[in-house]
Every structure is written in structure tokens, then in C-alpha cells.
């Protein structure tokens, strides 16, 4: 069984990030046409994210989330969609019989110690040729006081990760480096003064970098940025 403790928590940095509305539909869009019919969401949080993923064609979701006292919002937030189970608990413990056609970590798998083991299990969860998609903090020298407090393991550099990823048998279909411009407020604001992640800085920065930030880098993806962002198929 892999070690796939998460924190429990109310998290200041999910309270922050509630704040990031352009940042969170700039994932989305980026993975929106690998997502399938039928989507685990693993570490769904308070159900931010899950909201967005509802507002898709996709039929079914599963969210799993383990933490006692972030579950009852996570229900809350999708309790009224009759295409979403939440699942209080890992992807271990889904349905024996469930398999999916994607299968989402979004800010997940650097809570878990051991990730090369989750995405074993993250594998043997996914129909053949459905997705794996990852999204993570990225760059090893941003490591922070922040990321410790919420439960982070490590940040990922990207070659590392495909390997990783690789060695599970997936292949890899798009890999990137996201958020450039993430990646200077960062280092000084919580590497080098060590402050705590705030909504308010969150939100100026979704509002008036973020729609730029998009623009840009869908252009011209960044040969560095602040997170990574990996789908990977099961052939």
C-alpha cells in the first residue's frame, strides 16, 4: 500500500487560492480535452477545483479527499451535482471494479511521500488510454516555510518527474514548465522574507498577471516556471 498521507487541515494556502479564479481556468484549459467522461480527482481539497471540473461535459467525477475536516465542504461544494462521489479517503480506496479515464493530481502529488508508488496506483486506476495529469510546484530552490507548513514533500524539477512518471510504463504527451512570472514574487516573498501566503496578494496577481501570464506562455511556453504541468497516457 503506498504512503499517501495528506495533511489535515483547513490550509491558509487553500483559503489563498480560493482567490485564484483566472489561475485555476488556466489549468483547466490546458488539460480540458484529455479529461474523458469519467474523472478521479485525487486530493480534491474543499472542492474548488472540482467546481470548475463540473462545469465541463465530463459525465462522472470522483473526488477523493481525505481529510476529515475538509471533506464536509468538498461534499458541500459538489453535493448537489448528481455526477460527483465524494469519497472520503485515497485513490486506494476507490470501487474495485473503478477505473477512470483520467485521473487528476492538481497541487496533490507533492503531498504524498511516496509518489513513485501513487503513480502505480494511478496507472492500474486508469482505463487503457485514458490520462494522467499532474500539476505541481516546481523548482527545488523555492522551497519554503510555506510549503513545509501545508504538507509539501519536495518541489519537482521536470526531468526528474518524466523519468518518474516514465518508469510507471505511461507515456508522456505534454510536458511543461507554467507560470514564469510566479517564479521572482515567490522566491523573495516566501524564500527570502519567509512571509505567509495571503488571498489578497493572491488575488492582485490573478487579476493583473495571470490574464497576461496566459496569454504569453501560450504563445511561447517558458523554458522555467513556478509549477509544471504533465499529461502522460497508459497505451
Known amino acids: 500500500m503506498p504512503s499517501t498521507r495528506l495533511p489535515e487541515y483547513f490550509g491558509k494556502d487553500l483559503e489563498a487560492m480560493s482567490f485564484a479564479k483566472n489561475y485555476h481556468d488556466w489549468i483547466l484549459s490546458e488539460f480540458r480535452d484529455f479529461l474523458g467522461n469519467s474523472v478521479a480527482e485525487v486530493g480534491a481539497g474543499v472542492g474548488s477545483f472540482s467546481e470548475l471540473l463540473l462545469k465541463t461535459k465530463i459525465e462522472r467525477l470522483t473526488a477523493f479527499e481525505p481529510s476529515a475536516n475538509m471533506f464536509p465542504l468538498l461534499q458541500a461544494a459538489t453535493g448537489e451535482d ?5 469519497i472520503q479517503g485515497f485513490l486506494a480506496n476507490r470501487p ?41 510546484p ?13 504538507g509539501h514533500f519536495r ?12 518508469d510507471t510504463g505511461l507515456k508522456v504527451v505534454r510536458a511543461r514548465y507554467f507560470d514564469i512570472a510566479g517564479i521572482l ?39 522555467v516556471g513556478k509549477n509544471l504541468l504533465i499529461i502522460a497516457r497508459k497505451d
Not at 474495485?96 to 508508488?117: K, P, Q, R
Not at 516546481?138 to 501545508?150: C, E, T
Not at 518541489?155 to 516514465?166: D, E, H, V
Open 185 to 223: 514574487p515567490w522566491y523573495i516573498s516566501f524564500v527570502l522574507l519567509k512571509n505567509q501566503m495571503g488571498g489578497a496578494s493572491v488575488a492582485i496577481y490573478d487579476k493583473l498577471v495571470v490574464p497576461i501570464m496566459r496569454v504569453a506562455e501560450n504563445i511561447l511556453a517558458p523554458p
Open 96 to 136: 474495485a471494479e473503478g477505473l477512470f479515464d483520467s485521473v487528476l493530481y492538481i497541487n496533490v502529488l507533492e503531498h504524498i511521500e511516496n509518489d513513485a508508488a501513487e503513480l502505480r496506483l494511478a496507472r492500474d486506476s486508469l482505463h487503457s488510454g485514458g490520462h494522467l495529469i499532474i500539476f505541481v
Open 155 to 166: 518541489r519537482y524539477l521536470k526531468k526528474p518527474l518524466l523519468q518518474l512518471i516514465q
Open 138 to 150: 516546481a523548482l527545488p530552490w523555492l522551497y519554503s516555510d510555506v510549503d513545509r507548513s501545508v
Open 82 to 86: 448528481n455526477r460527483c462521489e465524494a
